[in-house]
């Protein structure tokens, strides 16, 4: 540790000298010129004046390197030497001539500079008093005697040692030097009355100087400049021109110092005046009190006056509870008008004006919360991570340079954001909302919009309604206590309307960066500030939010889990969870894998993992009952034990497509629901009659324009097809997809539909390991579709081993998983007739031909399934 200047004015100087009287500080006797201090025989002289020893320099210095400091001639300065090196030099130089060399290091930081870390002038010092502190330290006290440039270092260990050169000032002598001499030292006079820590006696000793170059020393050494500037004042060898510099840098000390003098009286004014309205008011409640006026309304105007106050609210908001607050004033209690005035000052005090959390914007910290507490949703994660990073960067470019104007004067800057989280249930959309409120260090607020159907839910009553309440957004703000929380508005896709309001469009200033800088409650009527917040809205699907409201927000899809991400999730999360809540210890139960898929695949059907939770849930509760009994101490649950305690599977994903399939006109789709993908069995059948054709199972009408038109393309390519041409000239065809409760809608299932009846009409069963998806045109072109993450998952859930796609939709595989992905193969088509011969089994041997007509169907229909279990 180079030397540092360890006071900074003479005050503390005395009290460091009266502390090592007291004995705080040990004292170290300093030898004169030649003698040792350890030689008591030798009378010690006196040490000569300091012309002397500026004349009396040695060409070779110790030099002791300072750190943020620069030591003048003719001046007196305390340091404090800790650096192992520096202690040597200085005890060596206790024990000789005492003389040392001072020289300033560039990197105030650098704590032990060498030859290249040094200003190249430096100052020639005596050190007078030296002093051991308890720590190891030593404090010596030095007088500057001249000026020296530095040359070539002999030495570097113990410490450093320098060939130096003298380097005298030039004092010049006439009217304008002792003009400038005058006017430093009236402004630093100036200056001392504007510092009160400046001792009276320094002033008096500068004003009683004469030495131009003295004078100037002396005001360098106790005024504050910067180092760079220091050394500069150091290194001018004209007196002149160290005074013009010093003049520079008093004038501008002094407007800052004046400056801010005046600042303080202004505010020490606007105090003044504020105690004085005080000291009235406390006048007229004294006068009150005794003409016998005092009452518990005044008492309650001044507490709601002072939490006005602490509220710190807008001008335009401070403005609406001053009137509102004179006039609850000068109100009777008993007026009917009291009450509500005073539920309005009540609202406005305590919303969160003012309050806020401020974020963590540590973006690695942020990652590992949201990895910690939700297993992938990478897009999500990744969105949250974009803002804490622009916030980040953005706060610390404002911080770094001044904040240019704006540019755009009719977009302001957006702070926060409106995110739209989109997946079926399950998947952790709300729980992913305080997982983003922890990683950000904000407060999370939850409001449900299911069933929402009045629009001042969301915008608030006017006060003229008995019992009128803001909307719930600020009742939200208020009971979370900061202005810029993490909001979740839930179900967004749930809500309704009718005579009273659509909440859906009250929403939109709520959710426009534009606009709610200034959202307004019909119950407050002033302007709040929402643009701080970042509101999540959660849905599972958008076709029912309205177009206006889904375009102000950004969209981030969540998706299905595959299966190996549900038993990844069920290890990291739900399994202990559930393990914790049914007071099991993690040594009691062990869940292999293959217990986890067996859940999974013969007990649940879900895109998410709620129903997941609930049956190892049930697990645990079962194997809890059977520990209580002391029948066992410890489980592992495995494939088979599941079976045992949740009864016969519920779903049999491979078995029911291989007998749906197992008979000509029925093939397997694959859909997208709003609760994640699933399979659509299209069956078709035909009866005696001529052209007719039936649909049933709840279609929509997009759904049956796509069955007609695979019809048409049936008909219209029966030679091509192989088929017979004078089918549909016999018979009618009934076209049903089952779970006729549930609506159905949408043109992707146009080639399963066209598979079907081709399948009906050529006897030839689809093979029962493929979905399909594709819409149909007339000239029988397949078209893209979407969802396909969600049907992929779909098929691999069911068991399937084969996927028909449109060829367009190719790109759209990247979005599926890896493992997914392997295990599937994927056919792309663009035409009927690539699907035809991909999705129909080969035709029946020419023995079974020989058959007739009417037991053909009937016997295909019994055989054949045998047959294809046998080959798969």
């Avoid at 110790?62 to 090196?85: D, N």
């Avoid at 607020?445 to 008995?466: C, F, M, N, Q, V």
């Avoid at 939200?476 to 810029?484: D, F, G, I, Q, Y």
């Avoid at 509101?535 to 599972?540: L, Q």
């Amino acid at each position: 540790m180079a030397a540092t200047r360890w006071t900074e004015n003479l005050n503390e100087l005395m009290s460091f000298i009266a502390d090592s009287a007291s004995g705080l500080w040990h004292e170290v006797s300093l030898s004169p010129i030649v003698t040792k201090v350890q030689e008591p025989a030798l009378e010690e002289k006196a040490p000569p004046a300091e012309e002397d020893l500026a004349t009396r320099v040695p060409d070779v210095l110790a030099i002791l390197p300072l750190r943020g400091l620069v030591v003048y001639p003719q001046t007196v300065v305390p340091l404090t030497v800790g650096q192992p090196r520096s202690i040597k030099l200085v005890d060596d130089a206790a024990v000789g001539e005492r003389i040392i060399g001072l020289v300033t290091s560039k990197d105030p930081e650098n704590a032990t500079p060498g030859p290249g870390d040094l200003y190249p002038m430096g100052t020639a010092a005596i050190v007078h008093r030296l002093f051991r502190a308890p720590d190891g330290t030593i404090r010596i006290v030095v007088q500057g005697l001249s000026r020296f440039r530095l040359g070539e270092f002999i030495d570097q260990e113990p410490y450093l040692r320098a060939h130096v050169t003298p380097a005298p000032e030039i004092v010049e002598q006439g009217l304008e030097i002792e003009a400038m001499a005058r006017n430093v030292r009236d402004q630093f006079a100036q200056i001392a009355e504007l510092v009160p820590s400046v001792p009276r006696e320094l002033v008096a000793t500068v004003t009683a100087l004469d030495e131009p170059l003295q004078i100037a020393y002396t005001i360098a050494n106790y005024q504050r400049i910067e180092l760079e500037q220091a050394e500069q004042l150091l290194e001018l060898d004209s007196t002149t021109a160290k005074l013009k510099r010093l003049v520079g840098l008093l004038t501008k000390e002094l407007e800052v110092l004046q400056l801010g003098a005046k600042i303080q009286e202004e505010a020490r004014s606007e105090i003044e005046k504020v105690q004085r309205q005080y000291f009235l008011r406390e006048q007229m409640k004294a006068i009150q009190r005794e003409l016998g006026e005092t009452d518990e309304q005044a008492a309650e105007v001044e507490e709601l006056r002072k939490k006005m106050e602490v509220a710190k609210l807008p001008p335009e908001a401070a403005e609406q509870a001053t009137h509102e607050l004179d006039r609850l004033a000068k109100l009777p209690t008993a007026a009917a008008e009291y009450g509500v005035i005073r539920s309005y000052l009540d609202w406005l005090v305590t919303l969160p004006w003012s309050v806020a959390t401020e974020d963590k914007l540590d973006v690695a910290d942020a990652r590992g919360v949201l990895d910690e507490d939700h297993f992938g949703l990478k897009d999500v994660k990744e969105r949250i991570l974009e803002f804490l990073a622009v916030r980040k960067l953005r706060s610390e470019r404002k911080n770094q340079a001044p904040e240019a104007p704006p540019t755009d004067l009719v977009r302001r800057e957006r702070e926060g954001a409106i995110l739209c989280f989109v997946g079926p249930p399950g998947v952790g959309k709300t729980s992913l909302g305080q997982s983003i409120a922890r990683a950000m260090g904000r407060k999370f607020i939850r409001i449900s919009l299911g069933g929402i159907h009045d629009e001042a839910e969301i915008r608030g009553h006017r006060r003229t309604y008995i019992g009128a309440l803001p909307g719930r957004i600020l009742q939200a703000l208020r009971r979370v206590e900061s202005r810029n929380p993490v909001f979740m508005l839930d179900e967004v896709d749930k809500l309704g309307a009718d005579f009273r309001g659509d909440p859906a469009s009250a929403l939109l200033e709520v959710l426009d960066p534009e606009q709610n800088r200034e959202f307004r409650d019909h119950y407050l009527e002033v302007a709040f500030d929402l643009s701080q917040v970042l509101f999540i809205t959660t849905a599972n699907t958008m076709e029912t939010i309205p177009g206006p409201l889904l375009d102000r927000m950004e969209v981030i899809p969540i998706t299905s889990y595959t299966e190996h991400e549900k038993v990844t999730i069920a290890r990291g999360y739900l399994v202990p969870r559930q393990i914790r809540e049914n007071g099991l210890l993690p040594e009691e139960i062990a869940f292999e894998d293959e217990a986890l898929f067996a859940l999974i695949r013969s007990y649940t059907r879900e895109a998410g993992v709620r129903n997941l939770e609930r049956e190892i849930g049930s697990v645990c509760r079962k194997v809890v009952t059977r520990i209580a009994e002391h029948k066992v101490e410890r489980v592992a649950v495995t494939p088979e034990m599941v079976g045992e305690l949740l009864g016969k599977p519920r779903f049999y994903p491979n078995a029911e497509v291989r007998e749906r399939t197992a008979v000509p006109g029925v093939a397997t789709a694959l859909a997208w629901t709003p609760v994640g993908g699933d399979l659509l069995f299209i069956e078709a059948t035909r009866m005696p009659g001529k052209h007719g054709f039936q649909l049933t199972g709840s279609l929509g009408q997009v759904m049956q324009e796509s069955a007609r038109a695979a019809l048409s393309y049936v008909r219209s390519k029966t030679s091509e097809l192989g088929l017979a041409p004078d089918f549909f000239e016999h018979n009618d065809i009934h076209l049903h997809i089952p779970a006729g409760a549930q609506p159905k809608d949408g043109p992707s299932a146009g080639i399963t539909m066209a598979t079907a009846l081709i399948s009906l009409v050529a006897g030839r069963p689809v093979r029962s390991d493929l979905g399909m998806t594709g819409e149909i045109t007339l000239r029988g072109q397949v078209l893209p579709i979407g969802g396909l993450k969600e049907k992929v998952l779909a098929a691999h859930r069911a068991g399937l081993k084969a996927v028909i796609l449109p060829k367009r939709n190719m790109r759209d595989l990247d979005d599926i998983p890896e493992d997914v992905r392997t295990q599937l193969k994927f056919i792309p088509v663009e035409r009927m007739e690539e699907v035809v011969a991909a999705a129909l089994t080969k035709p029946r041997a020419p023995a079974t031909r020989k058959r007739r007509v009417p037991k053909a169907a009937g016997a295909a229909g019994r055989a054949r399934p045998a047959k294809r279990r046998s080959h798969a």
